[in-house]
Each structure stands twice: as structure tokens, then as C-alpha cells.
């Protein structure tokens, strides 16, 4: 099983509110906005139409000629338009003092006209016959020719930049006494284009980075060299630089109008040149531009259904043959199911090579997050330019041998923030910072100076990790310092580890713990010598670990994102009295490579005795029994994982991983050796695996398991055997089996298949008042097939202990029979945007003692 812990990604924005806090006013003039209102498929004005600045109560409406005035104070950001009989469009509105604007309503489906004289007919909507929908058929008949990949060679210096900071902040707020020493970090916002700020603005973070890239379609490859990179750095005893780093290019990637699915904030946007585009857009050519060569074709486009992940906007079309993207406007309409994003927009201007093709000359991405609609928020914007793009030029292999993305100043001996100095970005940067944009990184290394701000953090990260500093060791988990269960009753528990304040190559963790019923303590301890100089909890790790550990547990309770004495777990289900005492000492090895691959080698010395009505017994030939206190076990074990392309954010207690397309690969092997420091029995566990997320377009996508089990060796007891993963909480487990009781199957070969669904509200978003509530739907299936061999199996041979059975001497304890187990589910997600809910149904082996048929599972989860 991969060893990630599953978290949610909206924790990661709550990471930038971390470091932050917040304010400010702008005083821009009055606008005066005069336009047009029209039919998209007719060109017909639109008159009595209501126009209106959102979020205010100015408003106006259209002569009968669809023209309109109106006077809009700063502070607004968009206007609305909105007829009977038309959908509402929202447009944007730049800083500009006097703007004009032709606006264009689309027809609603579906609806029953006004019977007046004037107004013009208006056909309903069709593919068929549609000049709109034959134009954009050409784009995507040509979009190969059209795209880079097209090109046999290809090569060009880029420039990306991501920029963010709280946005939307009251001068009111700004003056609280608590910000007194924080003045210096707030900027007035600057009116941009397509956006009016109200208030002050707080920059948090900025990356840049240049790059030299070289690509070639046979075979096909595509080469990074990263020659500077810096970006504002903060105390990594809080936040994982590299992480956040991550994660923000995560949300802002790159977004290529020819793909036909663009990956933008953890989901899938159809794009509105994909071959499947004429489906699920309306197109309308709303002008055409005579004033460049070749001339355009201005084609608007808009989702058939506004609350799926679809964008709306306008494309610029070459009308040359070869109808390529001069310029592309996108962004989202206000009823989309997306989470948290209050505004997008997506800006993609072409320019002409000397072979007169097209290449992406500049992209911009702004993102504008916020828990509302109003209020503050967290803005940011990543652009990215193209310079000196040449095609034809053939470089040898060796430029694209090794790693896809190299950073070139780090093999040339230089750290990440003195890669290159100053007056190197002033000369190579394509557009110059802002003056707020360059005040960050002087800012955020202040930020850090002020005792105020090191307590702040030090509380958020109390609150969002569970951990409290403490000078060079944190204490913690928080929500493990009290939990109870059937075993050990009322359950205290306190730990920590230390930080590389106290040493960057030694860390040492521990924890001890008392149960009040049973009056045994319990511990652990454990010490890591860091062999690369770095945090073991920083990628890549290569540390030597040795470890002892003394503590209750749960036969076949395997816990994902927490730890087992979280309090809240201590609610479950059914019987749960049977519990091991665990005796574990352990030495491991650990080494991972930047391709993300590693290995782990362990030694662990393993004894366990049963506790509360936990037994484990032998039957001989005359029916005696024979009591086993404990069982001694010596094991050597290896780990093989290969993750492609993986990226995660490095928190305290996991790494969360920062889902992709690629698959994730495991093997473990653990071997039993007899005779070695006491271990008892030989056996050889063979665990193979595979992870993968499977995207579907607007059908949303898939996180697919698969893993198969194989223990070689004879007469092995059952607590050495497969117990499967089951799950008596009333918490949703991901990677267990939630109406399966613990200890129900065992197994000694098997193998089985978990897919969870999530269609991302692709069918509610169809159902009238349903989708204003923007839950999501997810499917589930989990299947697993074993077998147990006779040797293994004490209804064959009196040579192993005997499995479990209920206060009625009733087995509770079994290896599947001809059947696998199977359970699936059907929930609902996204309520109150955090909250999954399942029904889960068991579908078979239902006949056996306490086996549940069907339950109700709630999870935390955030997404976009």
C-alpha cells in the first residue's frame, strides 16, 4: 500500500493564510461605462435590458436601441446584465476612466417568449447549420498542424512569474493594533485591466523563474533547463517551501487552449477547441477583426450548462486556411461547481514565427480564492512570456538525455536564492516587476524578524499540524492526548520531536502513554541520524532510523491520515475488544532519489500478546488447547516505490500528495526468520501495488487501486497472515473495507481492486435547484479475492492457532470461500463544501456472525 496519507488540497491555500495579515482602500474615479446590448445569434439590440454594477445598488437599462450609460464607483469590479427570456452575463470591467462595450445575452432554452411587435424572433439554438460551430469544427481539424508539437524542432528562453497576496482587506481592519508592526507589508491595489479592487492589498509570495526549452517531435521529447529561480522564502520549521511551491504551480499551470482538457485548480476544464467541444459549448461569431492581417473571426462561446466545468469567453480566429488561436479570453461562469475560486480569468495572445505559424507568446492566469463572494480573499496571477523562439535548429540527444527538468544553477554549486544576483533578473526578467511585486521579498524576510509574526505562526501551526514549539522540540500531537477505547479505557498521552534547531542531522521522536484500565504504560522512541545533511522530513530522505515502541493496537485497523489514538476514532461500531500489545524494536534504512524512486531496508524484532478477549490458542490431535501468551517473531523487511512526477506538500505529520496523472508503484517484502533473536516461524510476504488517478473530462475522474498478496511458507499463525483491512468507525476510510469487522478475513494469497468515482456533479448539476447547492456525486467499489492454503488454515491442520470466535463459540474469523467480498457505495460530496457523506452496501458474506448489510460513512474533505 502507498504509504501517503490522504489530506485535503484546500488545506494547502489555508497554509498561505498562515503567513499572512491584512488590509487596504484604493481611491479611484468615478467610471462611465456607455455600451451596447445584443441578441448573440442575431445581432438584434436588446432594449429595456437591466445593467447593473454588482454587489451595488447602481443601475440602469437600455434604450430601445440597446445602448446604455452608466456611472459606476470604484470598488466594483464587474457589471450585470439581464433580460427576460436571456441568460445574465457578467463582464468585467478594467480600470479604465471611460469605457465602451458591446454585450452580447444568449437565448435561454426552453422559454416562452414575449409577444410584442417589435422584438425580433429568436431561433432556438442548434449545431446544425451553424456558421459558429462549422468555424470552430475547422480550428479543431487544424489544431495539430497548429500547436507546438507540430513543430520537427523547437526551442525558446520562458519566463514564468506567480505573484499572491490577501486581497479585498478593510482600512479598518488594516488599522487594528495588532498589525501595528505590519504596516510596511500592505499596497494600495493597482487598478488592472478587467478588475477594480476595493481596499488594501497584502503581497504574501512570489516565484520566478527562467528557463531554456528545447523540443522535438521524433521522438517526441521536451527538455527544461532552469537557469535562476527564486522565490520568498519563510521559516521552513512552518511551511514547506518547496511544497507550497509546488502546490501554487499546481493551481496555476500551464494552460494550452490546443489539449483537449486543461488542467486548472486540481480539475478538468473542457477546452472550447476540444473535438467534443460542439457538445457541451454554444458558439456565436460575434465579430470580425479588419484591422490586422490576416483578418480574425471574433467567435464567442458559452457553456450549454453554466455550473459545469466549462469556461466561457471569446476566441480570435485567423481567417489564413489554417484558422489558428491569435488570441484567446477565458473564464468561468458565476454558477460553475467550483469551490472557493470567486473570479478566473485566462489571457492567450499568439504571434507569428518566420514560417507564419503560431506560437504562445504570453499567458496569464489570475485566480481570485475566497470562502465568499465578498470580503477578503486570496488573489494571485502567474504569467508566463516566450522570448527568441526558433524552430529547425537540431541540438543533439544528449541535450535531451537524463531528467526532463534540470536545474542548471544547482550543478554548478548554487543555492536556489543566491542562484543569481540581482541586476542578472533586471537584465533577463521580459517585463520588470512591480514595485509591490519587488518590496515581497524584502518584506516576507521582515515578516519573519518580528516576535508577533513567530507566534502567530507558531499558533496556526498548533492548530493546523497539532504540534506547539517549544525551542528546539515541538510537542504534540494535540489530538492524540486523549482518546479511549475497551483495552486501556480513559487513555492519556503526551509526545514530541525535536527540530533542527537542536540538529540538522539527529532527530529524535517520541511519546509515552498511560490507560487507566488496564494501568500499563506505553511508549515509543525512536532516533534518525539524517545521512544528506538535510531534514528527514524533506525530500529526498536518507536516514538511518532506530526505533522502540511499546503500544496497543488493532488487528487489521489500518488508518490512512490519522493516527489510531485519535480521540475521535475511539467511536465504533460492533465488537472491538480484541487488541495486541505490541513489542516492537526496529532498525531501518532509507533512501529516495530525485526521479522518486527509493528503497527501504528494515530489521524489526516483533513480539505481541493478545489482549482484552483477544486469544490465541492451538488445538492438538486429542482436542487439548494450548494457550499462546505471546508470539516472537523476527522480520526483515524491503520496500521498492517509483512515483513518476510526483509532487507533494511536506507537512508536519505527512506528506500530502498533490494528485496527478501518473501512477505510483510499490513492492514490499517482509521475511519471517526462524531462530534469529528469538523469531519463531519463516515466512516470505510478497505486497505488489499500483496507484493511479484516471481523468475523464467533464465525466469527472477516478482514483483506481490494484494490489496483489502472496505469503510463501508453511504453518504460519494467523496473525502473520493477511488480516485484511477493515474498518469499525463511522469514519469513511479510504483504503479499507468499512463494513467488514476487524479480524473477519484472513488470507495467505489475494488480490483486489478499490475505485473511487467522483463525477464532480455532472449529473445534479443537471437538476433544476439541486445544483444550486453544488453537491457532487461519488461511486465506490472495493473487491478482494483470497485464499487461505490447508497448511495455513486451521480447519485443516492443528498446526497453527486456531481463529477467533465470538462468546458463543461461534467462528468470527474466516478465508474466503469461492466468492471475493464486495462492498460499494453511493454518496453525495461537497456539502457545505467539506463533507462527503456515503451509503455503503455490503454485498455479500452476509450470513456470517454481526456482518453488517449497510451503513452510513461521513469524511472530511475539501476540494475545488
Do not use: C
Not at 167 to 185: D, G, T, W
Not at 357 to 380: A, E, N, Q, V, W
Not at 490 to 497: A, I
Not at 633 to 657: I, V
Amino acid at each position: 500500500m502507498s504509504r501517503y496519507h490522504i489530506k485535503t488540497a484546500s488545506k494547502q491555500i489555508g497554509m498561505l493564510v498562515l503567513f499572512i495579515t491584512i488590509s487596504l482602500v484604493s481611491f479611484a474615479q468615478t467610471l462611465h461605462i456607455k455600451g451596447k446590448v445584443m441578441d448573440v445569434t442575431n445581432k438584434e439590440a436588446i432594449g429595456y435590458a437591466t445593467v447593473a454594477a454588482i454587489g451595488s445598488t447602481t443601475a440602469t437599462s437600455t434604450d430601445d436601441n440597446g445602448n446604455f450609460a452608466l456611472n459606476v464607483e470604484p470598488g466594483f469590479s464587474k457589471i450585470r446584465i439581464s433580460y427576460v427570456g436571456y441568460e445574465s452575463q457578467d463582464v468585467s470591467i478594467s480600470g479604465e476612466t471611460y469605457q465602451e462595450l458591446n454585450i452580447y445575452l444568449v437565448p435561454e432554452e426552453n422559454t416562452i417568449e414575449a409577444v410584442t411587435v417589435k422584438a425580433p424572433r429568436r431561433s432556438k439554438y442548434s449545431n446544425k447549420n451553424n456558421p459558429a460551430v462549422e468555424l470552430i469544427r475547422q480550428v479543431i481539424a487544424h489544431k495539430d498542424e497548429n500547436r507546438i508539437e507540430a513543430y520537427e524542432y523547437a526551442e525558446y528562453e520562458q519566463y514564468e512569474k506567480i505573484s499572491l497576496g490577501l486581497s479585498n482587506l478593510s482600512e479598518k481592519f488594516k488599522n487594528r493594533k495588532v498589525f501595528k508592526n505590519y504596516q510596511f507589508l500592505f499596497e494600495k491595489e493597482d487598478a488592472e485591466e478587467g478588475q477594480v479592487e476595493k481596499g488594501y492589498t497584502l503581497p504574501a509570495f512570489i516565484e520566478e523563474r527562467l528557463s531554456q526549452i528545447y523540443t522535438r517531435k521524433k521522438p517526441n521529447n521536451t527538455k527544461q533547463l532552469i537557469l535562476a529561480e527564486q522565490r520568498a522564502q519563510f521559516d521552513p520549521k512552518f511551511i514547506d517551501n518547496n511544497g507550497l511551491s509546488a502546490y501554487f504551480n499546481k493551481l496555476y499551470q500551464d494552460i494550452d487552449i490546443y489539449e483537449s482538457n486543461i488542467e486548472l485548480v486540481t480539475n478538468q476544464f473542457l477546452s472550447p477547441i476540444a473535438g467534443s467541444s460542439p457538445t457541451f459549448y454554444k458558439f456565436y461569431i460575434t465579430d470580425t477583426v479588419k484591422t490586422v492581417t490576416p483578418y480574425l473571426v471574433e467567435l464567442s462561446f458559452f457553456p450549454r450548462n453554466k455550473a459545469d466545468l466549462l469556461f466561457q469567453g471569446k476566441l480570435y480566429i485567423t481567417l489564413d486556411g489554417k484558422y489558428a488561436v491569435k488570441r484567446a479570453e477565458l473564464s468561468v461562469a458565476d454558477d460553475i461547481n467550483l469551490n472557493f475560486v470567486r473570479d478566473l480569468d485566462v489571457k492567450l495572445e499568439f504571434q507569428q514565427d518566420q514560417q507564419q505559424r503560431y506560437y504562445l507568446k504570453t499567458s496569464s492566469l489570475g485566480l481570485d480564492f475566497s470562502l465568499t463572494d465578498k470580503g477578503t480573499g486570496i488573489k494571485g496571477n502567474r504569467t508566463v512570456t516566450f522570448e527568441d523562439f526558433k524552430t529547425g535548429v537540431v541540438q543533439p540527444d544528449s541535450i535531451y538525455s537524463g531528467p526532463s527538468v534540470i536545474k542548471v544553477y544547482e550543478q554548478k554549486g548554487q543555492q536556489q536564492q543566491a542562484a543569481q544576483p540581482d541586476d542578472y533578473w533586471t537584465m533577463h526578467r521580459p517585463i520588470p516587476l512591480e514595485a509591490k511585486e519587488q518590496n515581497i521579498y524584502k518584506n516576507i524576510d521582515t515578516l519573519q524578524l518580528i516576535p508577533s509574526f513567530q507566534r502567530f505562526m507558531d499558533i496556526s501551526a498548533l492548530v493546523l499540524s497539532g504540534y506547539k514549539q517549544a525551542g528546539p522540540v515541538e510537542i504534540g500531537p494535540v489530538n492524540t492526548f486523549y482518546s479511549f477505547n475497551p483495552v486501556e479505557g480513559f487513555r492519556l498521552r503526551l509526545g514530541g520531536r525535536t527540530t533542527d534547531l537542536l540538529s540538522k542531522r539527529f532527530y529524535a521522536e517520541g511519546y509515552a502513554a498511560y490507560g487507566f484500565k488496564d494501568e500499563k504504560w506505553k511508549y515509543f522512541l525512536s532516533g534518525t541520524y539524517a545521512l544528506n545533511n538535510k531534514s528527514v522530513y524533506t525530500f529526498p530522505q536518507h536516514y538511518l532510523r532506530a526505533s522502540v515502541m511499546r503500544d496497543t493496537k488493532i488487528p487489521g485497523q489500518n488508518l490512512e491520515f490519522v493516527q489510531e489514538d485519535n480521540f475521535l476514532l475511539s467511536f465504533k461500531r460492533g465488537e472491538n475488544e480484541r487488541y495486541l500489545y505490541n513489542d516492537i524494536y526496529r532498525l531501518e534504512y532509507k533512501k529516495e532519489f530525485e526521479n522518486h524512486f527509493s528503497y527501504t531496508i528494515g530489521l524489526s524484532k516483533w513480539k505481541q500478546q493478545p489482549a482484552g478477549i483477544l486469544t490465541y490458542q492451538m488445538l492438538d490431535a486429542n482436542g487439548n488447547n494450548t494457550v499462546f501468551n505471546e508470539l516472537n517473531t523476527t522480520e526483515l523487511s524491503a520496500s521498492l516505490r517509483y512515483a513518476p512526477n510526483e509532487e507533494f506538500y511536506q507537512g508536519k505529520l505527512y506528506r500530502t500528495p498533490i494528485f496527478n496523472k501518473y501512477p505510483i508503484f510499490y513492492l514490499n517484502y517482509v521475511a519471517g526468520l526462524k531462530n534469529v533473536l528469538n523469531g519463531d516461524y519463516n515466512y516470505h510476504n510478497f505486497t505488489l501495488g499500483v496507484d493511479k488517478r484516471f481523468y475523464f473530462s467533464q465525466l469527472g475522474y477516478a482514483d483506481v487501486n490494484v494490489e496483489g498478496n502472496y505469503i510463501l511458507g508453511d504453518n504460519i499463525p494467523f496473525p502473520f497472515l493477511n488480516i485484511h483491512r477493515a474498518n469499525q468507525t463511522y469514519a469513511y476510510q479510504l483504503r479499507s473495507y468499512n463494513l467488514m469487522n476487524f479480524l473477519e478475513f484472513v488470507s495467505d494469497h489475494s488480490v483486489s481492486t478499490n475505485i473511487q468515482y467522483y463525477m464532480n456533479g455532472f449529473l445534479l448539476n443537471k437538476i433544476p435547484l439541486i445544483k444550486k447547492l453544488k453537491w457532487r456525486e461519488v461511486f465506490s467499489a472495493k473487491v478482494i479475492y483470497g485464499g487461505l492454503r490447508d497448511e495455513n488454515n486451521p480447519s485443516y491442520t492443528n498446526q497453527v492457532l486456531q481463529f477467533q470466535k465470538n462468546e458463543d463459540n461461534v467462528p468470527i474469523t474466516y478465508g474466503f470461500s469461492n466468492k471475493p467480498y464486495v462492498e460499494a457505495s453511493v454518496g453525495l460530496s461537497n456539502i457545505f463544501k467539506f463533507i462527503r457523506v456515503d451509503y455503503v452496501r455490503r454485498l455479500n458474506y452476509l450470513d456470517q456472525p454481526d456482518a453488517p448489510k449497510h451503513g452510513i460513512r461521513a469524511r472530511i474533505k475539501f476540494d475545488f
